[in-house]
């Protein structure tokens, strides 16, 4: 807990939300929400997915208008537009990155600034080395000229949040900052945001961790279904109350027994490499056994996910149930009972503007044909695969399976992301952050799954940041460092601390 | 550093950043030593010449496209400032004014498809297609079809010289180093470059990205004014099928300069070598003495060539000839596999 | 933005949760599919009405068939370029290959006299010349408006060099009474481009195929990932739209009772404006053949309309501009409005 | 987590129709606008067909410029002349435009004649023939239709014959060897492709003229110009020009200028140049002696005598003779004086 007892500066507070209410096509997200963050305090906003965090946000931010209430900054009303968050000194963290592929990072940390004041054109120089200092504040290794598109998403995030000190404001709001950030990253970005409440900004940080939540804020918002229901301050708040507030509901604590994994091997991995940093990787999964791959990131773990499932280099040697894999095809992969969930839902795990339907019923597609041999579809029959897939993950649509993807929370998505696979009992199952950015109790409920599909018979390769998860989950985890496999810990030796040694170049 | 590895260091560097460079010059070397007419300072004036209205058109084309959109009414809005020059209370006024006018019609139809591509959610290929036709018959309007010709004074522009050099070229090199200029060393043509990149994060950075947009293509109108301005100057006449099919060639030679139809990654120097390129092509053509026909068949080959050497990555070559092959040996097994 | 449809405070119990009030229009799940697909059905009906009071002689069977028979060609090129637009890609070659289609079909059967081999001769150049263009767009993944623009020049100029620019003619009267006497008065090429139309969205909606084809449309990286082979489903659709172009190459030759190398290439603004008229979205995953035909029906009735109206050929070009700008604003100004 | 921006809308059907409801009333409400404007200045009764009123013809050309104006004011003041109204229409180089053009006027407008500049010779036979089902008289003026059967009247200029004439003037040159640069039309336009052939025909094998180069232009004035420009370049020898059409000319003059070889006849530094269609820039070059001849295109005589045919067609009589070759009317500097009256360039000027 901060010590110190808390400086509340006297004049108006730096955000200050009043009665604030905004729908989209008839269903309300946020209904009447008032909270203020003072500067010199952190104030966390928890909430499940959907309880309408970021909606808060993009009308602080100014890119979304409420349909009632009122935003103002420093006791000022907030001015129309992106353009009137910034003016007052209020910067936002977003969390889909909001840089410019093409820009260098220079550009991209003074969008807004390109040209000194009085300065008739844009000079490239001066921006590189107003960029520099910041670059070094956030502890970025890479130097200003650098084009964005060559970035990592680490990288990007730390570009993302260099952008929003650049304009050194009175108060910052923070969206899920260190969602895709390895530990050590999230250290550095928590003891910034520590760095700025000493200095006075107002900071309002938006966080699924509940520790991050824990050790940086004072006060803790809680949102459910867009309404607040708790505003108190952090000492007053256990885990456990704050998670039942999120969700409204008891949680079950801890996570499920582990079912005895087969012995017979299912996944075997040869010196897999991507032909970049990732090489030499070796290590085998058994029959209802769930291997952790655990690392920090830019360890490579993608990678040797996307490696596996033909996405990505083709160097190294699978087998799958003892038959050799024809290297760099996905159809081969899924021939030979392989299944992958993507990291990124939105852009590579299911259609945001078709229905349900086709999103569920796209990988066992040529299973729905109505004549053995020709194209045809069944209607019938896939109406029949998809509602008992929907039922298997506990999807629930309000819009039914014709609803399009794009309507559904993030958990939501990710049960689907997850339930196209399911059709036929797949053999091996690679799982890339299966977890992030959606909510607790959806996140119980994919662990459920994940256990249930061991207890099948299928082999599963689950790659998290959230040590938590990995430990709680695996029978064995390997450790990913700087592209090779540092070392694999077995359940029962497999600790936070022998994790991190292995994660950060220790020895085992 | 002695000058030698210097100037090859500055060499270098250029060809880095404009791949075209040496393709443009290679191209110029083996027609000179082909066509013994070819390699003379009168030829490669009379090039720059007929490129210019060429460049002109495409630096606007670039910017275009660098906002991810695309502009086929270039050739219909050549058409229509030749109509309202050639008009009949324009085409009194003096040479300064008529250039005023011109200019400001440019940038009137450049902002018609600038707001409607900014403000409307209608794709800018479609914004454009319609504007196409409707300038197209404007034009045609005004002239009722006929041909003009143009008096001595707006002749001028097209076959006058300046400081030793025809004014179509001065022109065009005052508006590729000014396009160029514009794009790199302003916040216009870096948040140019910025919303073909991200839409979403330009809205996020509160960009305005409604009026670059608009400003893009108002720029396109303005140029293509420009352009018309030195075309007609060269012709002498307005006639109805001037700058019919004008659109792809302009396309061509921004795509052949590497300016990527994607949005966001493009260069102004790019376009202007294209362009030189493709008039290089055509005289070129002139001089072997081919046969008409095969004017077309090279024009869509130095395009094709041009695509698939920046579009494919040599890598992803390698694997798209394994995947043709195997493809071939299973073969195409119809629409109903 | 939070997702509008936040989940409901209870998520207990499976299953899928009843819509509460269902009216039948206001649910898009309930709601057949191609119910969407008639958005523009209004607007060609109004289209009709006003054109019928501006000039009469509209109506008439005569005039309905013309409207038809005159529509056929590019209705039929443009189920092609549908499939090719549903996949995210657009195809400027299809003028081309209507002209060569129809110069290599009639060269044959001048040259041999045998219909069949002549017709045959046609199809197999233009789906050769998509499949050509296909693998270069989908394997070297190459941007689809260059390559194809770099196809219209070549295919043009190849075709005009082989026929020397001559038209070859004349047809046989049994392959020009193709495009003119038929059932009912209404020529084969009408009823041929109608049974097309329902074989093609028959075919996207309700095969494997056509499924993929939307689905690589709409997400290309989810398709990939989720099994469906991208390569050959982005060639096919340019092959597919490679045949379609060249049964409108034919039926254009009997229709004009002699081949031409630049036959085809006025209809490129046709054929596309009228499938993004229709609805179709340019960016893919989002479109149908019913979509399409509506479109292709606005333009016919339009540039008929307008010439009974006996306009200006040059107003006749701006009000076609306008309408086909104001008909994809229609959907354009519903999301700006939003 | 925030929301795709661009989320696809809520496209309930009713507001979907509903607002393309609204625009197309917007658009229809234009279009008649249009309509009555251009009626009133197109002379045609306002669309309504002309049963029983005026004996209408229907026109429909394959483009506009400026002969084919020529040709539709010939065409207008014969009409009016004779009592008859005239519905116009252009089917800008698209042969199945001009196609259901002509369906729409025979079978909707109900016109009484038609009279047609056909894009293409070949294609334009199943309209002539279903004029013929429909017993209106169909005449063709200025480009000949190959299938003679279903043609009433044809009056046309004859492109072979123009380009012997051309040939004929070259050969005629007093300047020896000539080397001639050839302009090229649209390389798909029968025309065009009759106009090169009767020259390179006329001109094989004959000594001291020689065809140095051959420039496409496909009837565009840029073209033109940057193809002269090149072929002076290629080729500073090139002494003699044929120019397949008056339109072309000012580029052509232009490209010469620049070259500082646009000299009147008998400066050394003189191009010889011939053209077709006797357009005003033809006759201006002629005053101005810089073009040696130009075999112009008897526009007149294509109005009257089709409207001429139309009237005996009308009274039943059979049209003797069904085909006039109307050869171009050679205009060079010696019968200047006589014959301009004659041309249509002239005429106006």
């Known amino acids: 807990m901060p010590d110190g007892e808390l400086t509340v500066a006297s004049q108006a507070p730096a955000i200050a939300v009043a009665n604030v209410s905004k729908s989209f096509g008839g269903i309300t997200a946020v209904d009447s929400v008032s909270f203020v963050v003072s500067s010199g305090e952190v104030v966390a906003l928890a909430g499940e997915n959907g309880a309408g965090k970021s909606t808060i946000k993009n009308i602080i931010s100014g890119t979304l208008r409420p349909d009632s209430g009122q935003v103002s900054f420093g006791g000022a009303p907030a001015a129309e537009g992106v353009g009137g968050a910034k003016h007052s000194g209020v910067a936002t963290v977003h969390q889909e990155t909001s840089l410019f592929p093409d820009l260098t990072v220079a550009e991209n940390i003074l969008i807004d600034r390109l040209r000194a004041p009085g300065r008739a054109t844009v000079q490239p120089g001066r921006l590189r080395r107003a960029a520099a200092p910041v670059l070094r504040r956030v502890g970025a290794g890479f130097g200003p000229e650098m084009v964005v598109r060559d970035l990592s998403a680490g990288q990007r995030q730390l570009v993302e949040i260099a952008k929003a000190l650049a304009a050194d404001p009175r108060a910052i709001v923070f969206d899920e900052p260190t969602a895709s950030l390895n530990l050590a990253e999230r250290e550095l970005i928590m003891r910034i945001v520590e760095q700025l409440r000493a200095d006075g900004v107002a900071v309002l940080y938006i966080s699924h961790y509940l520790e991050e939540i824990a050790r940086l804020s004072q006060r803790v918002v809680v949102m459910r279904d867009g309404h607040v229901v708790a505003d108190r301050p952090t000492s007053e708040l256990d885990r456990g109350t704050l998670e039942s507030l999120m969700v409204g509901r008891e949680l079950a604590q801890g996570y499920p027994t582990l079912p005895r994994p087969g012995n017979t091997r299912r996944l075997s991995v040869r010196d897999l490499g991507d ?234 | 550093m002695n000058p030698v590895t210097d100037i090859y260091r500055r060499l270098h560097a250029a060809t880095r950043r404009e791949p075209l460079l040496p393709v443009l010059l290679v191209l110029l070397l083996a027609l000179s030593v082909t066509y013994h007419g070819f390699a003379s300072v009168t030829n490669f004036r009379n090039i720059a010449v007929q490129a210019s209205p060429l460049i002109i058109a495409a630096v606007g084309m670039t910017y275009v496209i660098m906002t991810a959109g695309i502009d086929l009414s270039v050739g219909s809005m050549l058409f229509l400032a030749a109509a309202i020059e050639s008009s009949h209370p324009v085409v009194g006024l003096p040479t300064a004014a008529v250039f005023a006018v011109i200019c400001a019609t440019g940038v009137g139809m450049g902002l018609v498809n600038g707001l409607a591509v900014a403000l409307t959610r209608v794709p800018a290929l479609i914004v454009t297609l319609a504007t196409m036709q409707v300038f197209r018959g404007a034009g045609g309007h005004i002239t009722g079809q006929q041909n003009i010709n143009l008096p001595a004074n707006l002749r001028g522009i097209g076959t006058g010289s300046l400081l030793g050099a025809p004014t179509p070229i001065l022109l065009a090199a005052a508006v590729a180093l000014s396009g160029g200029f514009v794009f790199s060393r302003s916040t216009f043509g870096r948040y140019i470059q910025a919303v073909g990149s991200s839409a979403d994060a330009a809205v996020n950075a509160g960009l305005p990205t409604r009026r670059v947009i608009a400003g893009a293509y108002a720029l396109a109108g303005l140029l293509a004014a420009v352009a018309s301005l030195t075309e007609t100057a060269r012709l002498g006449t307005v006639q109805p099928s001037i700058g019919q099919g004008y659109e792809l060639t302009v396309i061509t030679a921004v795509v052949l300069g590497g300016t990527s139809l994607f949005g966001g990654r493009g260069s102004i120097g790019g376009a202007v070598l294209g362009a030189l390129i493709l008039t290089t092509v055509q005289t070129g053509l002139v001089f072997s003495g081919t046969s008409p026909y095969v004017f077309d068949i090279v024009r869509g080959g130095v395009l094709l060539a041009a695509v698939l050497a920046a579009g494919a990555r040599w890598r992803n070559l390698a694997q798209a000839a394994g995947l043709v092959s195997r493809l071939v040996t299973r073969g195409t097994d119809g629409p109903t596999a | 933005m939070e997702g509008s449809a936040t989940e409901p405070s209870t998520a207990s119990g499976a299953g899928i949760a009843r819509p509460a009030r269902l009216a039948w229009l206001r649910d898009p799940a309930r709601r057949p599919g191609w119910f969407a697909d008639l958005a523009m059905l209004p607007a060609l009906i109004l289209l009709i009405l006003v ?126 009474s193709f495009s003119i006497d038929g059932p009912g008065g209404v020529p084969y090429a009408v009823w041929l481009a109608g049974v097309l139309y329902v ?140 | 987590m ?270 010889f140049m011939v053209t077709i269609d006797g357009d005003q820039n033809g006759c201006k070059a002629m005053q101005a002696k810089t073009l040696d001849a130009d075999i112009a295109t008897p526009v007149a005589d294509f109005g009257k005598q089709a409207i001429a045919a139309i009237t005996s067609a009308r009274g039943g009589k059979a049209v003797t003779p069904k085909a006039v070759e109307a050869k171009g009317l050679i205009l060079d500097q010696a019968n200047y004086a006589a014959t301009s009256g004659q041309v249509w360039g002239c005429a106006s000027s």
């Open chain 3, 199 to 338: 074989i093609a969205q028959t075919v996207l909606t309700r095969t494997a195929w056509g499924r993929r084809v939307v689905h690589v449309g709409a997400n290309v990286d989810v398709a990939r990932i989720s099994g469906v082979d991208v390569v050959r489903t982005r060639t096919s659709a340019y092959l597919v739209a490679g045949l379609f172009s060249a049964i409108a190459g034919m039926t254009l030759t009997s229709g004009l009772a002699g081949a031409g190398a630049s036959m085809g290439s006025p209809l490129l603004l046709n054929i596309v404006g009228a499938v993004v008229l229709g609805g179709t979205s340019l960016s893919g995953g989002r479109g149908s053949l019913l979509r399409t035909g509506i479109g292709v029906l606005f333009l016919g009735f339009l540039s008929n309309g307008m010439s009974l109206l006996g306009l200006q050929d040059y107003d006749q070009q701006m009000v076609t501009g306008s309408f086909i700008f104001l008909a994809a604003s229609a959907d354009g100004l519903l999301r700006w409005r939003r």
């Open chain 4, 2 to 271: 925030t929301e795709h921006h661009r989320k696809k809308p809520k496209g309930v059907i009713v507001r979907t129709s509903g607002v393309a409801w609204c625009v197309t009333m917007v658009a229809a409400a234009s279009l008649g606008l249009v309509a009555c404007s251009s009626s009133a200045n197109s002379g045609s009764a306002g669309g309504g067909s002309t049963a029983g009123k005026k004996y209408t013809i229907g026109v429909s050309f394959d483009l506009l410029n400026a002969i084919r104006q020529a040709e539709k004011s010939s065409i207008q003041s014969a009409a009016q002349a004779a009592g008859y109204s005239v519905v116009f229409d252009v089917a800008d180089q698209d042969a199945q435009k001009q196609a259901s053009q002509i369906q729409d006027l025979i079978q909707t407008q109900k016109v009484n004649a038609v009279i047609v500049i056909a894009q293409d010779g070949q294609q334009i036979a199943a309209s002539a023939s279903l004029a013929k089902a429909h017993k209106v008289p169909f005449l063709a003026i200025d480009r000949s239709i190959a299938d003679q059967q279903d043609v009433t009247f044809q009056i046309t200029g004859d492109p072979v014959a123009d380009g012997k004439a051309v040939a004929s003037q070259f050969l005629a040159a007093k300047t020896r060897p000539l080397k001639v640069l050839e302009l090229v039309g649209g390389l798909t336009d029968q025309n065009a492709i009759g106009r090169r052939d009767g020259f390179n025909a006329a001109l094989a094998g004959q000594p001291g003229v020689t065809i140095v180069s051959q420039v496409p232009t496909d009837w565009n004035p840029t073209e033109a110009l940057n193809g002269t420009s090149n072929a002076l370049q290629k080729d500073p020898a090139i002494n003699a020009i044929y120019i397949p059409s008056d339109f072309l000319l000012p580029s052509v003059q232009s490209a010469l200028t620049a070259a500082g070889r646009l000299a009147p006849i008998g400066n050394p530094k003189h191009v």
């Open chain 3, 51 to 176: 054109l019928s009071v501006l000039t009469d002689g509209l109506l008439t069977s005569s005039n309905l068939i013309n409207v038809l028979s005159q529509s056929a060609v590019v209705g039929i090129a443009a189920i092609g370029a549908t499939f090719v637009i549903l996949t995210g890609g657009i195809d400027l070659s299809t003028g081309s290959v209507i002209g060569a289609s129809g110069v290599a079909g009639a060269w044959i059967i001048t040259s041999t006299g045998n219909l069949a081999a002549g017709i045959a001769a046609g199809l197999v150049t233009g789906t050769v010349i998509g499949l050509v263009t296909g693998v270069i767009v989908a394997t070297l993944n190459v941007v689809p408006f260059a390559v194809t623009l770099a196809a219209l020049y070549v295919v043009s100029g190849c075709t005009t060099l082989l026929s020397h620019g001559r038209t070859i003619a004349p047809m046989p009267a049994g392959f020009i």
């Open chain 1, 275 to 508: 032909g970049g940093r990732v090489s030499g990787v070796s290590f085998d999964i058994a029959e209802g056994e769930i291997f952790g791959l655990a690392g920090l990131m830019g360890s490579g773990r993608t990678e040797v996910a996307r490696a596996i499932f033909g996405l990505a280099g083709n160097i190294g040697h699978i087998e799958v149930n003892g038959g050799r894999l024809r290297r760099g095809s996905v159809r081969a992969c899924i021939a030979a009972g392989m299944a992958f969930v993507t990291e990124d839902r939105r852009h590579e795990g299911l259609f945001l503007d078709r229905p349900i339907r086709e999103s569920l019923s796209i990988v066992a597609l040529d299973s729905v044909r109505r004549y053995r041999r020709t194209g045809w579809l069944d209607n019938g029959c896939e109406r029949r695969m998809t509602e008992d897939l929907a039922s298997k993950v506990h999807l629930v649509a309000r819009g039914g399976l014709g609803a399009d993807g794009g309507s559904l929370s993030g958990g939501n998505q990710q049960k689907i992301v997850l339930g196209k696979w399911l059709v036929s009992p797949p053999r091996v199952i690679i799982l890339d952050e299966p977890t992030r950015g959606i909510d607790v109790g959806a996140k119980a409920e994919i662990h459920r799954l994940l256990v249930g599909l061991a207890q099948a018979g299928s082999s599963i390769l689950l790659i998290s940041s959230e040590m938590e998860e990995v430990l709680g989950l695996s029978h064995r985890i390997g450790v990913m460092h700087d592209g090779r496999l540092a070392g694999v810990l077995d359940r029962s030796q497999a600790t936070q601390e022998t994790v991190i040694r292995l994660a950060t170049g220790g020895s085992q």
